[in-house]
């Protein structure tokens, strides 16, 4: 029986690695940050398409066929939603800070990663 017991045990803390593992490996993979700041992109609205997750946001800057796709990352973890507007102040600017490399269905693809500063 203490056989048992222990196998469980053993087997419950596997299976709670594995999820622990593969959440890590899956946050934000694609992301890399630059050690300096990039440019800013001067604008003064983003428009949401895809909500990723809280703080986390793909967004276009213009409009089809001069758009650019940013990855919006928000230090607060806002929990944005497809189709919203994001108000820029008029004293900041989505500042590129890396890039975000996602996969789409006709491919990888990759674009700036921006906050609003």
Not at 18 to 30: D, E, M, R, T, V
Not at 39 to 60: D, M, W, Y
Not at 93 to 107: D, R, S
């Amino acid at each position: 029986m203490k056989k048992f017991g222990i196998f469980l045990l053993g087997f419950i803390c596997g299976i709670a690695f594995i999820f622990i593992i593969g959440a890590l490996a899956n946050n934000n993979s694609g992301l890399v940050l630059f050690e300096k700041e990039g440019k800013c992109f001067h604008t003064n609205k983003l428009e949401v398409f895809q909500a990723i997750s809280p703080g986390e946001a793909l967004a276009r800057i213009g409009k089809f066929p001069d758009e650019t796709i940013v990855f919006l990352l928000d230090e607060s973890e806002k929990s944005y939603y497809d189709g919203e507007i994001i108000s820029v102040p008029k004293d900041k600017c989505p500042k590129q800070i890396g890039t975000f490399q996602y996969e789409t269905k006709f491919g990888m693809r990759t674009v700036p990663a921006v906050i609003i500063e």
